[in-house]
Structures are given as C-alpha cells and as structure tokens.
C-alpha cells in the first residue's frame, strides 16, 4: 500500500533541517506501530520518499512525503496515529491514497512531480513604494539574474519562473499579478497565513517555478526584485511555504495531494 502525507511544520520546528525531520518521522512511524515498508537487503531502510526538503529556518503548511506500507491502513487512521505521537509543530494535515507501484514500471515520487511552489514572505519593513514595484517587475518580459548553485553560477530569467504576485493584509488576498496556472486558493494563503511567522498583518505571496527543471527559491526572488528597484539589502523577514505543486491536466499546477500517479 502507498500514501502521500502531506503535513505542516511550523513554530520552533522551522529550526530543525531535514535529516532531523526524516528521523523524526522514523520514530514517529514505531511510536504510532504504522506497518511500515523496509528495503531488502544487508541494510534495510524505510520505503520513504520526502519532496523538495525546507530550507532551515522556513515554515511550511505544504511539505509532503510518500510511504510503502505492507499492510493496508485507512488515511484517516494514519494521520491520527501519527498525530497522536507527534508535537504540536508538526502535524500531519492530510493522507491519500496511491495506486501501488506496477512491475518494470519506472517509479515516480512526489519529488519527481515537483514544478511549482507557493510562498507567503513577511518583511519587517517594506521599501516605500513596495507594492508598485512588485507590479512593475511582474509587468516585465524578461528579468536575468544571476543564481548560484552546487555546480556553480548561471544566468537565468527570474521573471520566467513567477507566476504570480500577490498582497495579503487584514484578511484579505490581492492578486498583483497572476497567470492562472497555479491552483492556489484564497483560502489556502488564508489558512497558510494564520501559521506562518509574520511580523504584521500583511505578508507578500509568490507563486515560483520548483523542481529539477527550473527552480526558483523564494530568497532569489526576493534578491532579484531588491536589485530591480535599485535597494541594496532586504529587510528581516519569515519565509513560509503553502504549498508543492505538480503538472495537472489543462497546463494546470495543483497541490501533490491532488495529483495520484
């Protein structure tokens, strides 16, 4: 049997990386005596898959996992167990159903499915002017910034991996910009925001391309749109994750729940 858990990591648990994580759920999975997958062989391991890691100090409502289990178990008596024997900081917000794998039939996880992800960014202080320039940037064709990764520093098209731009403040949702392919709710950023660290009632949030294809992180959107208007530093901010997403049908980005492969 395999499951998609998706689950939120909030409050002080934004200090702990990812292996920390992956252990934890590890013995969470004993605790909650969940029949969970091993490998064969002289080191067995847990049949666990987790999407894109967090990057320290983010919090997130949408981080996801996929797990073998060799027995099979109700979602809702999964997500209970595991609540039941978790801290309040990290919970888990939903488990589905997916079909089991197929004989010589390439595997396909939820990292693998991984193209978008939705950010809800506070800053302590915002430049004058902030929200215009948001709308100008989002107005742009093209946007070259340099990004710098492990096998070392390319120029790519920030303003190509944005999809959309939008305002939070006093429990409202004003979208900026936006192309409609990412299935992201009013409500979702609602509920997102009501978790997230935010240093006001106001927050910016930024739908990005993710993945392996062509990712962009929240901290290089926000250092392209700071050069773009000329600042020199970023304010103190918090950065929290709503959502993965993944390729649907009509050119669609939805949430990794929705998506059973």
């Known amino acids: 049997m395999r499951v998609r858990v998706q689950f939120s990591k909030i ?21 909650a005596e969940l029949p969970l997958a091993f490998s064969e062989g002289y080191h067995p391991h847990p ?11 983010y919090t997130s409502t949408g981080e996801y996992f ?29 488990v589905t159903w997916l079909p089991d794998y197929q004989p010589n039939v390439k ?32 107005a742009e ?25 939008a305002i939070y403040q006093n429990g409202s949702v004003e979208r900026l910009g936006d192309d409609e392919t990412f299935v992201v709710l009013d409500k979702d950023i609602l509920d997102a925001k009501y978790e997230a660290n935010c240093f006001g009632d106001r927050a910016l949030i930024v739908f990005l391309d993710a993945g392996s294809e062509q990712n962009i992180p929240a901290e290089l959107f926000l250092k392209g749109v700071f050069t773009y208007a000329g600042l020199d530093s970023i304010p103190e901010r918090t950065i929290h994750r709503i ?14 729940w929705m998506i059973e492969l």
């Open 141 to 165: 064709s093209s946007y070259k910034i340099e990004k710098t990764t492990k096998t070392g520093t390319r120029e790519c098209d920030l303003r190509a991996g944005v999809h959309g731009i």
């Open 47 to 57: 049949l666990l898959s987790f999407a894109q890691p967090l990057s320290l100090s």
């Open 107 to 138: 595997k396909i996880t939820g990292m693998a499915l991984i193209t978008g992800a939705a950010y809800l960014i506070s800053l302590k202080e915002e430049p004058e002017g902030f929200e215009q320039i948001l709308r100008n940037f989002y």
């Open 243 to 256: 959502d993965l997403l993944g390729d649907f049908e009509n050119n669609k980005k939805v949430p990794l």
């Open 66 to 94: 996929d797990m073998e289990l060799t027995e099979d178990v109700y979602p809702h008596i999964i997500r209970d167990r595991l609540n039941a024997v978790m801290c309040d900081e990290i919970k888990v917000k939903r």
């Open 11 to 31: 409050g002080s648990s934004r200090f702990l990386g990812h292996l920390d994580v992956m252990r934890y759920f590890q013995k969470a999975f004993r605790r």
